[in-house]
């Protein structure tokens, strides 16, 4: 089945084992939330976080959220119970499941067997359940490509900056920061996330940046990852998904300016404007690269919402 393309700008984590955060999260105006049941939550919680996450599932309000729980990563004791139990309670409710620590192809394997035989037993449509990728450490990163088209259910990779920084000792304290000394030692891997997302056609979102007092740091955080072409980042505090959302949706001049071309262009290539491939925009010649990657902005900024506020000159 074609996977649907779910708006993710801002990824709202909810730590599990904590009713007030599940019901807040709910009012708030990020794009998709995953409900945690990994590092948020004690081993102690484990199982409680598990029927708390069921109840608010069932009970509340999620509309026009894409809705991720999050399950202990495949190696742990805790991983089959979570997926079992959060499926079993509340599977229709859940668009994916996000896997941690992902080091080998047979974790992603795993997840979707598994995925394929709960939703057998629990009469859901086959498929429906997406997988959310967690790259955490060099392994994973070394099988990007591999696991980003090593099932149909991924829709994304994400970063996990905080145990990637530790994986390769890093000399940061700081979750997502990548200014170290006037060097940005992560590009790199943004650059391979990126590459290998779009190659397969899904998303790559950014994960946390970890200092929630330090609202102009989580900004450069998001452009940095805008400017690598990535779809979205982890929020961790209400505060930050104003400035997510809109850092990671096109600037209205942008979006104009891409509905402009795909018109021009549009016109200009049919019988009717001349049959041409290509035209002048303006001081700017404009072609089916440029149509591409107008076709890109303008899909974003529709996501979005925006809607376009200069007419065709």
């Known amino acids: 089945m074609a996977r649907p393309i779910r708006s993710r700008r801002t990824v709202l984590a909810v730590p599990g084992s904590s009713e007030k955060m599940l019901a807040k999260a709910q009012t708030l105006d990020a794009d998709s939330v995953f409900l945690d049941l990994e590092d948020a939550v004690a081993p102690a919680m484990k199982v409680d976080a598990r029927a708390s996450i069921v109840k608010a599932l069932l009970e509340g309000g999620w509309s026009g959220k894409t ?48 995925l394929d035989q709960l939703e057998k037993r629990h009469g859901l449509e086959p498929g429906r359940i997406g997988i959310e990728i967690q790259i955490e450490g060099p392994s994973g990163l070394s099988i990007a490509d591999q696991l980003a088209g090593g099932s149909s259910r991924v829709e994304t990779l994400i970063f996990g900056p905080g145990d990637f920084i530790a994986s390769m000792q890093l000399p940061s304290l700081t979750i997502g920061e990548n200014s170290l000394g006037g060097y940005a030692p992560l590009d790199t891997v943004f650059v391979l996330l990126a ?15 970890g200092v929630i007092s330090d609202l102009p740091g989580f900004e450069m955080a998001a452009e940095r990852a805008v400017a690598f072409g990535f779809d979205g980042k982890w929020v961790l505090h209400p505060s930050q998904i104003e400035a997510g959302n809109r850092i990671f949706a096109p600037q209205q001049a942008s979006y104009d300016r891409a509905e402009e071309i795909l018109e021009t262009y549009a016109f200009h290539t049919s019988e009717a404007g001349g049959g041409l491939g290509a035209v002048m925009l303006g001081d700017e010649m404009i072609d089916e690269a440029s149509r591409k990657m107008a076709e890109m902005t303008a899909l974003k900024g529709r996501r979005a919402g925006l809607v376009r506020t200069v007419s065709d000159s």
């Open 67 to 114: 809705v991720t729980v999050r399950i202990n990563d495949a190696t742990t004791a805790w991983a089959f119970e979570d997926l079992a139990t959060v499926i079993a309670g509340a599977g229709a409710h859940i668009d994916c499941i996000m896997l941690p620590k992902v080091e080998r192809l047979a974790d992603l394997h795993w997840l979707d067997t598994s």
């Open 195 to 209: 590459i290998a997302a779009r190659k397969h056609g899904v998303q790559v979102i950014d994960g946390p940046y």
